[in-house]
């Protein structure tokens, strides 16, 4: 017979009179959560192409289709500029393409409020799309050689990962909204 948990971890994250999420856990997890994401390129993968979705920007899009208002439209400055130290990519480019896409996100959950799963992955699947080919056309203009074509399998596995991120992001939103915090 399994031994049961502890009275204390049983009780831990359901709800309670008297008990509210903690603001800090609440504002920190979603720009950390982009920020880690962010540091993917640093993991030791070796290929002759790149291979690995850009797991920040798929996390931004991610927490931005499941709470439109949580990161503010601005954030996209400083998200991209921490994803411009560690991808490679001349500095500024997420800057730019970051605060473009969360000007677009925010346009489209203004204009159309009410989505169902698929066409958050249709709507990620063009961001993801556009980001990764504009941030080539932007290497290329900074001194790069490298065709469309090498993107590709980039643009599959990406394509293939978001509903992954999001799951992620479904799961660190629970979390970061568990009521620890007594009022």
Do not use: E
Not at 10 to 29: D, E, H, Q, Y
Not at 61 to 85: I, T
Not at 113 to 130: E, K, M, Q, Y
């Amino acid at each position: 017979m399994p031994t049961p948990l502890p009275s204390a971890l049983r009780k831990f994250g359901k709800p309670r009179i008297n008990r509210t999420a903690s603001p800090v856990l609440a504002l920190a997890m979603p720009w950390l959560l982009v920020m880690v994401g962010s540091l993917s390129p640093t993991w030791p993968v070796i290929a002759s192409a790149p291979v690995l979705p850009p797991f920040g920007f798929l996390l931004l899009v991610g927490w931005q289709q499941l709470r439109p208002g949580l990161f503010p439209v601005w954030a996209g400055w400083p998200l991209g500029l921490f994803d411009d130290l560690f991808s490679g990519q001349p500095i500024g480019s997420a800057v730019l393409l970051w605060s473009l896409a969360m000007l677009a996100l925010d346009f489209i959950d203004h204009r159309f409020p009410w989505r169902g799963f698929v066409l958050n992955w249709l709507v990620a699947s063009a961001f993801i799309t556009g980001y990764l080919f504009l941030a080539l056309q932007i290497a290329n203009l900074a001194g790069g050689l490298a065709s469309a074509v090498v993107l590709l399998p980039q643009l599959a596995v990406a394509i293939l990962a978001y509903p992954v991120a999001a799951r992620l992001v479904g799961l660190a939103d629970k979390f970061r909204l568990i009521p620890i915090r007594s009022v």
